[in-house]
């Protein structure tokens, strides 16, 4: 089975908009691969002039938070790193059980990479959603106002480049399981571990397990 892979435009942004940048994305994508019942929930985003769609489900949403949450301790013990998420969605096969695999076999068809650089924040100190501003100078909020202004205009990019990802690539999609909820298709969300190493072997190991991936970037 091939994995079709989208690259997703690299994001700069600081510390207190990893949460509100990641809800936004990582829902835009499930939401498009939703196949299920779904009750669509219209978010707007506090930081910036942006909407977007939800399934509607809590359990989902629960997920979504939690993986947010360990990824924003990540980025805590590892300042001004580049990184990167993965959202991949797979089908589970059985396959005859021997000494070296189990019976169960996860067959991933796509993958999303959620690129980001998160810059250290030097003119506020905030664990959530709002900057604390300690008197910057008008150049300062001049910059932070054109900064968050490039970041909103990117993130408009990234959402863009889901929806035609999803409208162009639909032959790799299997056939829908029977799967109770909103997203139809098995998925999981996988962030740096503590070691990037780690993070690089577990992706190589998928890849040898899927195939070659087709790229687009």
């Keep these: 089975m091939n994995c079709e892979v989208c690259q997703l435009k690299e994001l700069e942004l600081e510390h207190f908009e990893i949460r509100e940048v990641l809800r936004c994305i990582l829902h835009t994508i499930v939401f498009h691969r939703a196949l299920g019942l779904v009750r669509p929930k219209d978010v707007d985003l506090e930081l910036f002039d942006v909407t977007y769609v939800q399934c509607g489900e809590a359990e989902l949403e629960k997920k979504i938070d939690e993986k947010i949450e360990q990824f924003v301790c990540w980025v805590e013990k590892h300042p001004n790193k580049k990184s990167q ?8 096969k059985n396959k005859q059980a021997s000494w070296f695999s189990n019976k169960i076999e996860r067959l991933y068809w796509e993958q999303w990479y959620i690129n980001l650089n998160v810059a250290q924040h030097k003119l506020h100190s905030s664990k959530y959603h709002h900057p604390k501003v300690v008197d910057p100078g008008e150049g300062a909020l001049e910059d932070r106002n054109a900064r968050s202004a490039a970041l909103e205009a990117a993130l408009r990019e990234v959402l863009f480049q889901i929806i035609k ?34 993070f690089g072997m577990d992706m190589i190991k998928r890849m040898l397990q899927t195939g070659h991936p087709t790229m687009l970037s």
């Design 85 to 92: 998420i993965c959202l991949s969605f797979y089908e589970v």
């Design 165 to 198: 990802f999803v409208n162009e690539k639909k032959d790799h999609v299997p056939p829908i399981p029977n799967l109770e909820g909103a997203v139809s298709f098995p998925y999981e969300i996988t962030i740096p571990s503590s070691s990037d190493s780690a």
